[in-house]
């Protein structure tokens, strides 16, 4: 008690020096907001802060310091907090008073007034009542908060506003933002997207963005990646991906909005137009493997791949699926039957070519559909009906090199390549089928007979030559047989020729020996005979012979039925033969003829 007796009367005293005295003090952290209660002048209807000393809400402010003359029965002084903006967020200003905005406005413009800290200036440079199109960034500012309303993320619920809208706007990497504005005049008719405008800040300067002539709604620039201090009230911003064009394809820009059409693409293009970058129409400079920042709202990339496009009229697809509405071709053959064929087609699209295709067709798959599919097609059931079914099949290489340059020249006129044209599966009617299959195993075994008739050849031909072989050695031991026995005959002639000649000189020499004992004889002979005389030489010679010879002229034995006794002849011959056996079993003739003969005439003479 004792205490606050004194602290009573030091306050007491002090705000009856400040009533006397007018003194005010607003500290560092603090904006004076001056109300003045009693002025002979009002305010104009619709104004609610002076500029004039009028009574009321005062435009201008209490820097910190120390005041004196504000009487508390003139004047009402009130302390507000400074402003402050946190690093990474923005804050948005209402003008409570200020001019009225155009109908075709929704913002109020950007006057020079110190970033809304220089209420005066705002008020007499034209400001505008309600939503600010300028907004506070990272920073403290004194505000008149009799003027203006600062929203920042922290108040942000309490004006209805999301607290993420109040932050600085980050574009993420490899993406891109589109910009939707929300302030300004109506796109002109005919654009669906505002064009590009310099000399704004990327959309920061908002009022820099109006007054180049920017446009209310979808807007033809784009964000990068980065922080940007965005007014949500102005910009609306969406991120999508950057347009990401892979390793062999280039993308074909084709742009709804831009400078004004200016074909480039020159006299002999007269199938399309081509611009240059930055205009509306077909890019003629394609963009190439990489990211581009892509506004994809106004613009579209056709991807053309720039390797070779394989497409299948066959119940299989490609992985571009280009070909996902092709199918077989069925055909009509001259002999009337029907059947299907699969067929393969091997294009390219040049880089620079690819802006021309585009521009004439649309798109790879007009390509497909509109200019390759009734091509092949219809060459293909054109080409059939000259041929029956076997004969183009058995012409198939013929029928798919006619094919390619026919595909050939036709699509060239489209600045596309064909790099070849392929028949794939043809299938023909059952029973033309089986005969070609029969056909072929015909064909096969004939092939097969023909080999083993050449292998059995070749067997003949083996077999032929080692006999021939066999045979010429053994021609080779006959000649050497010959030569050899040749060489015997020779050999032998020469022994036979020594023998014959030792013959010859032998019976010379017995032949001269006979004729010498001949001579001999024939001399003693005559002799003899002059001695004896001839008859009596020649049985002189006779008796000798038949000695010398032991010729019986008397048998051994007689043997006859007569005689004195009747017994003796048998006993007598018996003893006879035994007798003669032990002889010397000579034997001679009487007629000087062969022994054998001898014996017969002897058993004669016995008989």
Known sequence: MEIIIPLVIVVVVVAGLAAVTGI????????????????????????????????????????????????????????????????????????????????????GRVVDCDNYQDARKFLTNGG?????????????????TALFTVITRQNASMHEMAPDNLLVHNISSDMVGIITTLDGAPIDEGEIAGLYVPGHDNFQNAQAFLNSGGRRGLQEQVLLSGSWNLNPWFVRVEQVPMTQIPIGYVGVVISFVGKAHI??????????????????????????????????????VELVPTTNIVLNWASRVEAHHYDSSLSSITVNSKDGFTFDLEVSQIIHVGALEAPKVISRIGSVQNLVDHVLEPIVSNYFRNAAQAYTVLDFLNARSDRQMEATQHVGRAIRTYDVEAIDTLIGKIVPPKELMQTLTDRKIAEEQKKTFEVQQEAQKQRQQLVRETSMADIQQEMVKSEQGVNIADLEAQSRIKHASGEAEATRLKAQGEAEAVRAIGEARASAYRSGAEAMGQQGFTAVQLMQIIGDQKVRIIPDIAVNGGGNSQGNGIADALIALMLRDQLSGATFTTNGGSPDEASNDETGDVG
């Not at 199109?133 to 990272?138: D, F, S």
């Open 263 to 300: 074909d480039v693409s020159g006299m002999e293009f007269k199938h399309g137009d081509l611009v240059n970058i930055g205009h509306k129409g077909v890019w003629v400079t394609p963009l190439y493997p990489g990211k581009h920042a892509i506004n994809t709202h106004v613009m579209k």
């Open 24 to 107: 005010v003090i607003i500290s560092e952290r603090q904006v004076g907001i001056v109300i003045k209660r009693v002025s002979p002048k009002s305010l104009p209807p619709g104004q609610i802060v002076a500029l004039n000393g009028e009574a009321g809400y005062q435009a201008d402010t209490l820097a910190p310091g120390i005041y004196f003359g504000y009487w508390p029965w003139f004047y009402s002084v009130k302390r507000v907090s400074v402003t402050v903006i946190p690093p990474g967020e923005i804050g948005l200003v209402v003008a409570a008073d200020g001019t009225s905005m155009p109908a075709e406005r929704i913002l």
């Open 128 to 144: 505008e009542k309600g939503r600010q199109l300028g907004i506070l960034t990272a920073g403290t500012y004194r505000i008149n």
